[in-house]
């Protein structure tokens, strides 16, 4: 097994973080791409927290006790993100930018339409859970994607991005990155039926796709530094090309990977870059310190 597959033992790790120093664009002279990477704080959390909702209910169908370790190490690490991410918001409030009315409704779609539905047991409430584990493996490999990218953004460094908020976005896509076959590997040992992983990719796919759109065109509306403050896909697009952003010929070569019959996440990023940065990680070294 070569380095970029090897199976590492998952933990959460208690990462703080100070938001006092961040600026309101921590990307500077750049809300686009500011905004654009602050959806994540107005996505992950409740996000998260549905992941983890979901996967407590999965426990009991998993008859593999590697799997099992590997799922519980998945649910400490996401509840951890979910709640970093949400952690940021407050300061968001304080430099004026109030997230509530956007994030009031990312609730609404985790929590109720997403949420458990009152079926009746056996079949209809297990359709329901395998189609959520399905969305789930779906998006986690856009999390993998994401994770990959920031941990080789080295564009962000040379703008003069904030370094608390790069760690947040290094240490979380390292995680990722470290976990990224879980919920795929979950997915197909409790069903993996092939039309069922394409249905929720297109839903997952188009989800995110509309969820952050709307997110970052929030964000730059509501901007109190901003007259008229707009986003298009094209502003997308440019940064992509400059190393700020994925590119949008990298997000279309993503979707016939996850695709593929083929398809394993341990092609996908490289898990001894992310343990490198997790060793080195200023957030994460003091979790570290704290529980020693
Ligand atoms: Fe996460
Ligand atoms: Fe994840």
Wanted: glycine content about 6%.
């Amino acid at each position: 097994m070569s380095n970029t597959q090897a199976r590492v033992p998952l933990k959460a790790r208690k990462v703080s973080f100070s938001w006092d120093g961040t600026p309101l664009h921590w990307v500077p002279e750049d809300p686009f791409t500011t905004h654009t990477i602050n959806v994540l704080h107005l996505l992950l959390p409740a996000g998260e927290r549905w992941f983890v909702h979901v996967y407590k209910q999965v426990l009991p169908y998993i008859r593999d006790e590697r799997l099992r370790e590997d799922v519980i190490g998945f649910i400490g690490q996401e509840a951890m993100h979910s709640q970093a991410h949400d952690e940021v918001l407050p300061h968001l409030r304080e430099q004026g930018l109030d997230p509530t009315p956007y994030t009031a409704q990312v609730d609404w779609f985790f929590e109720k339409l997403l949420g458990d539905r009152t079926l009746p047991p056996g079949r209809p409430r297990r359709w329901w859970l395998m189609e959520r584990v399905a969305l789930i493996a779906a998006i986690e490999h856009y999390t993998a994607f994401l994770g990959n990218w920031v941990l080789n953004a080295g564009e962000l460094d040379r703008r003069g991005a904030d370094p608390t908020m790069l760690d947040l976005l290094r240490w979380h896509g390292a995680e990722e990155v470290e976990h990224r076959s879980v919920a795929f590997e979950l997915f197909m040992h409790v069903d993996g039926s092939y039309s069922r992983r394409v249905r929720t990719w297109a839903t997952a796919f188009s989800a995110l796709v509309f969820l952050w759109q709307r997110g970052t065109r929030f964000f730059m509306e509501n901007d109190p530094t901003l007259i008229d403050g707009k986003a298009s896909f094209k502003d997308f697009h440019v940064r992509g090309r400059q190393g700020l952003l994925p590119t949008t010929g990298d997000m279309v070569r993503s979707i016939p990977r996850y695709l593929s019959r083929d398809y394993h996440p341990s092609q996908e990023g490289d898990t001894e870059q992310a343990v490198a940065y997790l060793a080195a990680s200023p957030a994460a070294t003091a979790a570290e310190k704290r529980s020693a």
